[in-house]
């Protein structure tokens, strides 16, 4: 069964950095996923899309997070990473990742458990 799993969170103050990672288990994972996404939750908020990146390498980021923020996969290793570099407190919130496959013609969402940013000072 195919499992994602979140690291990298943590309490970081305004201005830091932090570096998501997603892994997803079982070999070739991969081959066949259309978009991985990165998604967060902050109470009393809406989920909310934060990043995307497609197998063709195309991305995308929410106005807040541009320029702030970068998508990177590693498909030789089902991976996927965000970047996230001067952290502010409105960014604090559960980041999840998700991966959109196609298995026998079928769409698949893999959804990650998520793991907790916030910024602090």
């Known amino acids: 069964q195919v499992q994602l799993v979140e690291s990298g969170g943590g309490l970081v103050q305004p201005g830091g950095s932090l570096r998501l990672s997603c892994a997803a288990s079982g070999s070739h994972f991969s081959n066949n996923v259309m978009g991985w996404y990165w998604y967060r939750h902050a109470p009393g908020k809406e989920h909310e899309l934060v990043a995307t990146?497609?197998?063709?390498?195309?991305?995308y980021y929410v106005d807040s997070v541009r320029g702030r923020f970068t998508i990177s996969r590693d498909n030789a290793k089902n991976t996927v990473a965000l970047q996230m570099n001067s952290l502010k407190p409105e960014d604090t919130a559960v980041y999840y990742c998700?991966?959109?496959?196609?298995?026998?013609?079928?769409?698949?969402?893999?959804w990650g458990p998520g793991t907790q940013v916030t910024v602090s000072s």
């Open positions: 998700k991966a959109s496959r196609v298995v026998g013609g079928i769409p698949i969402d893999y």
């Open positions: 990146i497609s197998s063709s390498g195309s991305t």
